[in-house]
């Protein structure tokens, strides 16, 4: 079934075909965004779900991530970005349901080196 913003979004791609506006199309698909992530688990031993986490983080290549003392931030694509963070925090919420997680999630990839 069609939500009622879905005909607006059909209506804008098929528009901008005839107009020749890619570029609506391209953002539309490939929108950017930076996430700021904080894992706080309830709990003693609370540094190793933590790195566990930064680990995994780390170890994945399709977007960048920057680390500070209190938070991680990731830049990249808001979809493949979304996806990784529900699966990885459904994975750390089932090991440890006492946990809680911030995020704070920019429009557009913020990231400088």
Do not use: C
Not at 12 to 18: E, R
Not at 87 to 105: P, R
């Amino acid at each position: 079934m069609f939500t009622k913003i879905e005909p607006f979004f059909i209506r804008l791609i098929t528009k901008s075909f005839k107009n020749y506006k890619f570029g609506i199309i391209l953002k539309i698909l490939k929108m950017q965004v930076s996430v700021d992530i904080s894992l706080y688990p309830l709990k003693e031993e609370f540094k190793k779900p933590i790195k566990a986490f930064i680990n995994k983080i780390d170890s994945q290549d399709k977007f960048k991530v920057k680390r500070n003392n209190m938070s991680t931030s990731i830049f990249g694509e808001y979809k493949e970005i979304m996806l990784w963070i529900t699966n990885n925090m459904e994975e750390t919420l089932l090991d440890d349901e006492n946990a809680v997680f911030v995020l704070k999630i920019v429009g557009g990839n913020y990231y400088r080196e």
